[in-house]
């Protein structure tokens, strides 16, 4: 986490990429008015109303509040948007200059992300409060499809350009992009939380499984997906239970709902809100299905094959039995 300093600044205005071009307009309207396609207002909308606890309407959401997932899930936000590491800088404290300059005559050639980030708060939430703030109090502006924004501590004394907390500078279609990777479904109620299947999925790939398939309810609230890995086929569905702890008559419970059958496939359920206990375990690997709980989803966000590295070991009780 860097400090962002006068030096960093100039290199924005001056040579912030290979071929900079900057524009005459800038973050003020001017009393233009701007022109938001359906999806493009229906993100602006979400953003506002309900992703993150400023609003009543936030619900909150492990895969961006938890600290587990906070380093995979950004990384995994950054590269939806097209960002580069370079692109981005995370800081303690507000920018020590004034960013008049970059923000009133952007260069719309490149990308740019520097971010205040509180201690309390982890980086996919201070994105998104940073974006909820630029657009909740008319600091942004899009210039030929790209958005441009900041965020400041309230001070009616000084230059609102003047110590900022962020500077936002993407594309208006990667924002979307990046609102799809954690949506993959239409938002069509705002009440959804962001659904960790995509996330998942891009780690598997990472760890060398194919995904064979994808097949969606017909009411857009389960997704199951086949993945495979060394000729073995996984059939998973993810979910999440109210109870942190799922416990062996719980458990007997979620076996007897899961309806999940596929031809030659292990079945998997991640509960990724929820822990299981040893006896849930051992109840589970007994009826030849694979669950794997929050401290397992960690593990695979960190980079380590949790899920081969169970289904090996309930083979291995299986032949041993």
Not at 74 to 91: H, P, Y
Request: charged fraction near 30%; hydrophobic fraction near 35%; aromatic fraction near 10%.
């Amino acid at each position: 986490m860097d400090d962002i300093d006068e030096l960093a600044i100039e290199e924005l205005k001056n040579s912030c990429c290979l071929n900079p071009k900057r524009s005459e307009k800038g973050i003020m309207h001017n009393g233009e008015e701007l022109r938001l396609d359906a999806q493009t207002y229906q993100f602006f909308k979400y953003v506002v109303l309900y992703s993150t606890e400023q609003s009543l309407q936030y619900k909150k959401n492990d895969l961006l509040t938890d600290e587990n997932f906070s380093e995979k899930t950004f990384q995994l936000m950054k590269e939806s948007m097209g960002l580069a590491d370079n692109d981005v800088r995370i800081c303690k404290k507000k920018l020590n200059i004034s960013i008049r300059d970059i923000c009133n005559s952007p260069c719309t050639e490149c990308q740019k992300l520097m971010l205040m980030k509180e201690k309390k708060d982890t980086l996919p939430m201070t994105f998104l409060i940073h974006l909820r703030n630029s657009l909740a109090h008319g600091r942004f502006n899009i210039i030929n499809g790209l958005f441009i924004g900041m965020d400041c501590k309230p001070n009616h004394n000084e230059d609102k350009f003047l110590n900022p907390t962020a500077y936002i500078k993407i594309r208006l279609d990667k924002l979307n992009s990046c609102f799809d990777c954690l949506f993959p479904y239409e938002v069509k109620s705002y009440f959804r939380e962001p659904d960790i299947t995509n996330t998942f999925i891009v780690v598997m790939k990472e760890l060398g499984y194919k995904l064979e398939s994808l097949s969606l309810n017909i009411d857009e609230t389960r997704a199951y997906h086949i993945l495979s890995k060394n000729d073995v086929n996984f059939y998973f569905e993810i979910k999440k239970y109210n109870d942190y702890w799922i416990r062996r008559i719980i458990a007997e419970r979620i076996h007897k709902r899961f309806k999940i059958q596929h031809e030659n496939c292990i079945p998997v359920l991640i509960i990724y809100s929820s822990r299981l206990t040893n006896e849930s375990k051992e109840y589970f690997f007994e009826k030849r299905m694979l669950v794997l709980d929050r401290r397992d989803l960690k593990i695979i966000l960190s980079g380590s094959d949790r899920l081969y590295e169970l289904y090996l070991k309930m083979y291995d009780k299986m032949i041993n039995k």
